[in-house]
């Protein structure tokens, strides 16, 4: 059963303007949620991620927003680039679990110039 | 320069013949872990390690096996492949407790088995 859910496959977004990208989940217990992004012909690369504790956490251009409420988290692009143009990943770990990460199925992001 | 080391980086293979994927890493990790990608599925993980000579299934072991004999290494083995077992595989490694910062990936091996 997919704990962590990413239900748009892919996004088109022109240069400059935002990016959204959406994640949804199931298990209440996780603590922490990450954003991965990967390059083709590369292994994903630690982004972003945000506390259970928190609702946001900005990192330049990259915000993840995080309600508890939905189970639901997002990552926010602002400007995009053609650079940003990857498959990213959302995934969540519980603490109980230790250093278990559940991914989502991912988001291929292509940003136009 | 930290990183996790896999190899081969591409590999054929025919039904049956036995192979190893080796992955290493330098930064002391006590956690490693085998992931396999496939188009819409995701990473799902396959064996995991907490530390040297403890490894666990994951959510599709089937078909593979790991050992830890070593902190640095984790190889990934596959007695007998099936073509079922063709697709991208990573390993991954992070310190215990790592949630906040997550795994650090090597850059994958592509496998085809014909």
């Known amino acids: 059963d997919q704990q962590v859910k990413q239900n748009s496959p892919s996004l088109s977004v022109q240069e400059g303007r935002i990016s959204i990208l959406n994640c949804d989940y199931t298990n209440s217990m996780f603590d922490y949620f990450l954003w991965y992004k990967k390059y083709p012909a590369e292994g994903p690369t630690f982004l972003i991620s945000i506390s259970s504790i928190k609702d946001k956490n900005e990192d330049g251009r990259f915000t993840v927003f995080l309600n508890k409420s939905a189970k639901h988290l997002s990552l926010h692009i602002v400007p995009s680039q053609p650079g940003d143009s990857a498959v990213y990943f959302c995934?969540?770990?519980?603490?109980?679990?230790?250093?278990?990460?559940?991914f989502g199925t991912g988001t291929s992001l292509t940003v136009i110039p | 320069e930290a990183q996790v080391t896999q190899n081969p980086r591409y590999l054929i293979t025919v039904t049956g013949k036995k192979l190893t994927v080796t992955c290493s890493q330098n930064m002391n990790h006590e956690y490693m872990s085998w992931y396999r990608q496939d188009p819409g599925l995701g990473l799902r993980q396959i064996y995991y390690s907490m530390n040297v000579e403890v490894t666990d299934k994951g959510d599709v072991p089937e078909g593979y096996k790991v050992s830890r004999k070593e902190k640095r290494n984790f190889p990934l083995i596959l007695e007998s492949p099936s073509p079922n077992q063709t697709s991208l595989y990573f390993c991954?490694?992070?310190?215990?407790?790592?949630?906040?910062?997550?795994?650090?990936f090597g850059s994958g091996t592509r496998l085809t088995v014909v």
């Open positions: 995934a969540a770990s519980a603490l109980d679990t230790g250093n278990q990460f559940y």
């Open positions: 991954a490694s992070s310190p215990l407790g790592a949630g906040e910062y997550g795994y650090t």
